[in-house]
């Protein structure tokens, strides 16, 4: 049981920061709208959200390995983890003008990365900075590219 809210609760909170970053960032770049950021990020909560818990719920059933119990215990937390992550990124975009809001998401995404990586390490007994580096080196140019795709849309699609 340990393992599937584990595995729910990493692989959620991973995917809500990754995916909810990435989506503001590029749609920030390429629309400056507050309004089409906050919907992104609505929709990520809902959509992403059902289709994480969903990967992993068939992840889990190919294994072969795990209770049906065990399955919908890492599916139900995958999804709430998942949407309840993306949901914390609203609240910047809320209160801030959109510009500080995106950096101030930036900056709370990177510490939960950090937090989850440095926990992970810890448990595994591995040097947090070379687990904290990879993480947010993955997050780093995740937010780099899809600031230059939303540019780029900008650019041939507006």
């Known amino acids: 049981m340990k393992h599937s809210l584990e595995v729910g ?4 909170l991973t995917s ?5 970053l990435g ?16 919907g992104g990020i609505f929709t990520i909560a809902i959509a992403d959200a059902f289709s994480d818990a969903l990967g992993i719920h068939m992840s889990e059933e190919s294994e072969n390995k795990h209770t049906t119990k ?15 992550t993306a949901l914390t990124f609203a609240i910047p975009i809320l209160l801030f003008k ?49 600031h230059y795709v939303g540019k780029l849309i900008s650019v041939f699609f507006a």
């Open 9 to 12: 609760f990493s692989f959620g």
């Open 23 to 38: 989506l503001m960032v590029g749609l920030n770049s390429g629309t400056h709208s507050q309004l089409v950021v906050l």
């Open 98 to 146: 959109l510009n500080t809001a995106i950096i101030i998401s930036i900056i709370w995404g990177f510490l939960l990365m950090i937090l989850l990586s440095y926990r992970m390490a810890k448990k595994q007994n591995e040097k947090p900075f070379n687990i904290i580096s990879e993480h947010v080196l993955i997050g780093t140019i995740v937010i780099i590219a899809t």
């Open 70 to 84: 065990e399955i919908w215990m890492s599916t139900i937390a995958t999804f709430s983890t998942k949407f309840l």
């Open 16 to 20: 809500g920061i990754i995916t909810t």
